[in-house]
């Protein structure tokens, strides 16, 4: 287990349906990241927080809305999702500033619409 | 348009042999280059990383960096059926306000006993 979770670990979900996938560090960085990874396909950015701004949205539909109340905490809501929204859903954390900035994952949340 | 290229494989090696895994790169300003192991319906972990040119060990595995040639890449010695993953090359800067890497699209490894 890395420095980042991620809960629920497995979601399944109808397209009507409201729910959050939540992450937390614990590695004190100051920036969070949202990524998709569908299957056999690449990851694709979704979101970026540093310091609690968010500093990227990568043409994401509305559906998907994102939350980050503090440098540790970084939510995803979920609203009236597709089939092909289907994926893992891995959120990362780097610490941005005088580093490399090398990310880390939490074990990611399999989402399932219905 | 930032890219990361990569083999998507899959590259099949014996167990014992030496499994080459190599990755391109677009941004010639890019300062940081990492290795991450995904395992299948798991999650990117990071096990290498190079900063400077040249290799760089770490038990197994070598990460070797050519910034002129805009090439990194990573040799694992004495291949084992655990090391059957996708690897994903990714390329950021340092320092600044933006902590994004460019990720490509992996390579698939599969280590045959």
């Known amino acids: 287990e890395t420095g980042v979770t991620q809960t629920p670990r497995h979601l399944v979900m109808g397209m009507t349906n409201k729910k959050s996938l939540k992450c937390e560090q614990h590695?004190?960085?100051?920036?969070m990241y949202w990524y998709k990874q569908s299957a056999k396909k690449p990851l694709e950015l979704m979101f970026v927080y540093n310091f609690k701004e968010q500093t990227e949205n990568n043409s994401v539909p509305s559906r998907f809305s994102p939350e980050c109340p503090n440098s540790s905490h970084l939510f995803l809501h979920l609203h009236t999702l597709q089939p092909e929204d289907s994926a893992l859903y891995l959120c990362?954390?780097?610490?941005?500033?005088?580093?490399?900035?090398?990310?880390?994952f939490g074990p990611g949340t399999r989402l399932t619409v219905l | 348009q930032k890219e990361v290229e990569q083999n998507s494989g899959p590259l099949s090696v014996p167990e014992g042999a030496i499994a080459s895994l190599n990755c391109t790169y677009s941004d010639r300003g890019s300062q940081s280059f990492f290795w991450y192991r995904q395992y299948s319906g798991k999650s990117p972990e990071l096990i290498m990383f190079?900063?400077?040119?040249g290799d760089k060990e770490d038990g197994r595995f070598t990460a070797q960096l050519n910034k002129a040639s805009q090439y990194v890449s990573l040799l694992i010695r004495d291949s084992q059926p655990s090391d059957s993953a996708t690897y994903l090359c990714a390329v950021g800067s340092y320092g600044g306000s933006q902590g994004n890497l460019i990720f490509g699209k992996g390579t698939k490894l599969s280590v045959k006993p």
């Open positions: 990362a954390s780097s610490q941005v500033g005088d580093s490399y900035n090398e990310q880390f």
């Open positions: 590695l004190g960085h100051n920036a």
């Open positions: 190079i900063y400077s040119n």
